[in-house]
């Protein structure tokens, strides 16, 4: 390691490597890697016990393998049950390269199209892996019982989704997402009935207990009595989803949070590209200071909505209908003739920043552009725009009260997901031993931006058939000494966490924790969101810190341990954001190249497009914690890709 | 707008609970009601007054965390969710009463707080296939038709909030056990475990403390989900055929 600080931010460490990853034939390498992890004897695998944090779709079908497998599995999330997982939100679908369609589909097809789709900055052998799987995934939830759509002979129907060009995403009406976690759910309370798994709702993961260099257990606090309690186990698993909620805005659930994870890290385990986040271009627009999530609307209605501004900024408060043709902007047809309205979701997100920069947005704080839909009632009548989108426009008449059929709608990009999380090998095991990460909570498929309908994919691939085979290796490999609660580690595990408990009840500051919430998603979505340029990074490293100096000494927590204690909870989940979000804006000023969702103003071509930088960037990073006073250390894992041949984008 | 809230306050499980009245000046029609119980909460956090406990998640209607009798109406006066009612829904200078859910198998754990743990004890009596990971056979080797499929989607809606037992006058879980029992029921993969499963969620269903259906169809009603009474119909009549096999 170089002692150099460089920026004044960061140093460089030596780089690292995936070291499980199999050679050979790409084709050949899961079932190589399936092959050479050992076994464990089923007589053996009920002594060995797997703790997995986070229920969706990644954490409960680990849960349910792991258990049906005969491990001896706890199964912890913050919510009141674990079917409430946030993966239940997913709307789209979930891709799978079966080729019913016969269009000309393949693993080969999905794997290109996602490695692409990641601006190559993911690895070849897990995203291959990923389609390889995808299979079998729709196999299996057909099995339980997940009501996909059909068609008329009985088949499963596909669409065309995130414009690919094959039919390939597998669909529950608009409620994909919370089918297959039902089906994921009721295979874990299955295991619970038999007595394979233990599950602890409303129970947070507060710290991570690494004795000898290996993750052994956790710390959580039971969130109804408050006792802070100690969870022993041979391996941890992680699938505690991304870290949107940094922005205090997003798509993601109000609980979601980066805290396991980001305690983790504390404790040695690196993350990887923690500033790629995608943001969404379709979503309703922000009403006022009072608003406390963002809410979705599909995709799929770029396919028939025009999007546009007006050309001058003073009718930006006009009625839109009052606004003559010739004086509208269609902007992204104008700009992208080739793709107009269906360009990809970064693109979109970006024009859209641009036009409201431009003092053309529309709405409450002049932050929304139009979707407008009357060209295509016009053309194909009302009743067929309802039979496509009926849904979607009931629910944004319910939370705007404008009706969509009579008044364009208005969008606006928001924080969806986060392709960052922590760094892990081909195993799905982080840089701490016995640490394993799955889902969206790691950092591996997707590179610097996600296919639509892969996220649902990733999860259950992570968590159905990837974890359970390699777990299995760390697990054959003990076993390892025995640990009880009065181990140095564990107490000292223990015993900051609970202190850190009271430090926030004793804080008599004057500032409530969403205020500060609020004030640092202020931060990241000003300086690390749709666009960002070295000077703002800088600023928003500056402005974190101070908003965090002030958090420790002026945040007022009310009420006690020993009860349900929301401002308890969000407490320590925004004491982890305020360290993220540094660490985001640090790795998003490294990385002085436009990739993905990561636009960097300073590396684009010269009619504004991204540029991509592969000489200088092909490669993940993995940041290692430096230490309480100390800076984050950058570990570069070079990306090598054998099969793909990378190319730069363009639209235009 | 200017409104009342009168909310259920209570300590704990054990503790006694009371109605508490509280002020909002300053409320936007465009606020969800969540929110308006969010600013509510800064408001009271900053005079120093604890919270309110609520559970809330998604907040886009379909996790199921959310649910608050609102002028004793389960999720509020739309047949939405608590979270996708908004302000608007109310008028200006109105008095809105906010409580749990009341139920006894669904104990309030802390002000609007209840726990549904009964409803994942009953999914773990037998609402599931038995299929291990791994095992399942190729996706199209079973043909489904079409309205079998859609009956299965329309059932398996359910987001476990828990209105239709906060709504019945009997504390029935019916509608959800009926939801459950249907959506596997018309599958083919649903088909090996029919029997036994209806009998054994309904064994948990009466052992956790809920009541029994007497066809008021007020759960229906207040079902976010729209889930149909006739669920009810069809988890009688595959309790009927159980009973006559011996289960």
Redesign the interface.
Known sequence: MTDDLIDGLYREGAPIRDTKAPSGPIEQRWSKRQFEAKLVNPANRRKLSVIVVGTGLAGGAAAATLGEQGYQVSAFCYQDSPRRAHSIAAQGGMNAAKNYKGDGDSVYRLFYDTVKGGDYRARESNVYRLAEVSSNIIDQCVAQGVPFAREYGGLLDNRSFGGVQVSRTFYARGQTGQQLLIGAYQALQRQVAEGTVTMYSRHEMLELIVVDGRARGIIVRDMVSGEVETHLADAVVLATGGYGNVFFLSTNAMGCNVTATWRAHRKGAYFGNPCFTQIHPTCIPVAGEHQSKLTLMSESLRNDGRIWVPKKAEDRNKDPRQIPEEDRDYYLERIYPAFGNLVPRDIASRAAKYQCDAGKGVGPGGLGVYLDFSEVIGRVGRDTVSARYGNLFDMYKQITGEDPYEVPMRIYPAVHYTMGGLWVDYDLQSSIPGLFVAGEANFSDHGANRLGASALMQGLSDGYFVLPNTIRDYLASGPYPAVDESAPEVVEAKKSVTSRIEQFLNSKGTRTVDSYHRELGHIMWEYCGMSRNREGLLTAVDRIRTLRKEYWSNVKVLGENEQINQSLERAGRVADFLELGELMCIDALHRRESCGGHFREESQTEDGEAERRDEEFAYAAAWEWGGEDSSPVLHKEDLVYEFIELKQRSYK | MKITVKVWRQ??PEAPGKLVSYQLDDV?????F???L??LN?NL??S????I?F??????G????CGLMINGSAHGPLR?TTC?L?M?SFSDGETITIEPWRAEPFKV???L?V???A??RI???G??????????????S?????VN?DR??DT??C??CGACVAACPNAAAMLFLGAKVT??GE?P??QPERDSRVVKMLNQHDHEGFGGCTNVGACADACPKEIPLDVISQLNQDLRRAMVKGY
């Open positions: 300590t704990g936007s029609p465009d606020m969800s969540l929110e308006m969010d600013v800064e956090a900053t120093g007054e604890e919270p406990a559970d809330s998640d998604c907040r886009e379909i996790c199921g965390m939405t996708q908004h608007r754990l802390r002000d707080i726990d549904r743990g409803f994942d999914i773990s009596a609402g599931f296939v038995s299929v291990n990971t791994g095992s399942a056979p190729e996706a199209h079973t043909l489904v038709p079409k499929a299965a989607f398996a809606a987001i476990g959506h596997l599958l993969q649903g």
